[in-house]
């Protein structure tokens, strides 16, 4: 089904409105409703609008797991630019040549993630948006939605909406630059393919520089329920991953099949909604980790906006593997 496509900011709006007072993001005790979410991610795009960001602009975020990265992309791209993720735990040369690659604009960070930055030579402004007068100022800015009126010049859903690092052919990191415009039948697709209702709990698995992590919070901040956030330690696959699951009461995972090869068999709560990509699957893990949840095989390339193409729920049955259908509103050609 091809659906008029919309903005990110557009389509977490609609569900803004929706659903004001629903959970949108947890870490540890912090949670925040997205009306709540929504406040903050405009105070912030207010100030990046005053900073020059607009279309066609990049704005890198150098962040781990955090509100503030929620924040930080949801308001990037509320003022028109393109966020651009940098795992702070990347190397120093690669961070550095990402972000002469790119050139960016403007560089958010965090004081706890700032020094990673120290030995970088970037031309852009680094702004620590948790320092004391940065966030004083970005908190003077109106809660109000950004519209065209306030950007520096309207936005499309051709425009850019992020930006995705790629390990490259060649081994030399590869930028890819993806539209607004197929977000919306990745989330729609994904939605109706995971079930994904209201007060689900989406697990934030993949690095932010992944663009896994893009699915998984767009996924979850279009259809009202809560993107859960855990750090880097606790996301390693073992018995740190199978705790935040349980815990964090997950009712939807992302995983590659050498993740999930090293749960325990009880790892995964029964009835959790189980994604896997990133590599092939085997018959093994399907036959070990089906019965009693639903279990998808998800498969694209970055350029693609994420995913191309999902499969049914899978089952102990099934000898051959299939990475599925298209995504609503696209084609496949093989």
């Not at 009461?249 to 995964?268: E, N, Q």
């Amino acid at each position: 089904e091809a659906l008029a496509p919309q903005t990110l900011p557009a389509l977490f709006e609609r569900q803004v409105a929706a659903t004001p007072d629903a959970v949108a993001v947890v870490h540890g005790d912090t949670e925040l409703t997205y009306a709540e979410l929504d406040a903050r991610a405009n105070q912030l795009a207010h100030w990046l609008v005053c900073q020059g960001v607009g279309p066609e602009r990049f704005v890198a975020v150098v962040m781990p797991r955090s509100i503030e990265l929620i924040t930080a992309l949801l308001a990037i791209t509320k003022a028109g630019g393109a966020y651009m993720p940098v795992d702070p735990g990347y190397p120093a040369d690669r961070m550095s040549y990402m972000l002469t690659d790119a050139a960016p604009t403007t560089i958010l960070t965090l004081a706890d993630t700032a020094q990673v930055l120290a030995d970088i030579a970037t031309s852009a402004p680094v702004h620590v948006i948790d320092e004391p007068a940065t966030s004083a100022r970005i908190a003077g800015h109106t809660t109000e939605p950004v519209g065209d009126l306030h950007r520096t010049e309207p936005l499309d859903v051709h425009h850019p909406a992020y930006v995705i690092y790629t390990s490259g052919s060649t081994g030399r990191p590869k930028g890819v630059v993806v539209s607004h415009h197929g977000i919306t039948h990745l989330t729609r697709s994904q939605i109706e393919g995971f079930d994904v209702t209201v007060g689900s709990r989406i697990l934030q698995m993949a690095s932010p520089s992944f663009d896994a992590a893009v699915a998984e919070v767009c996924v979850a901040l279009t259809s009202g329920s809560a993107i859960v956030l855990a750090s880097a330690a606790e996301l390693m696959p073992g018995p740190d991953l199978v705790r935040v699951l349980a815990e964090q009461r997950i009712t939807h995972v992302t995983l590659t099949p050498a993740a999930l090869a090293v749960l325990p068999p009880d790892g995964i709560p029964a009835a959790t909604t189980l994604a896997v990509a990133g590599e092939a699957v085997g018959g093994d893990l399907v036959e070990r980790w089906s019965p009693g949840r639903r279990m998808v095989n998800a498969y694209g390339p970055t350029e693609s906006t994420v995913c191309a193409t999902m499969s049914r729920p899978l089952t102990s049955d099934d000898t051959t593997i299939p990475i599925g259908q298209p995504v609503n509103g696209t084609h496949v050609y093989v």
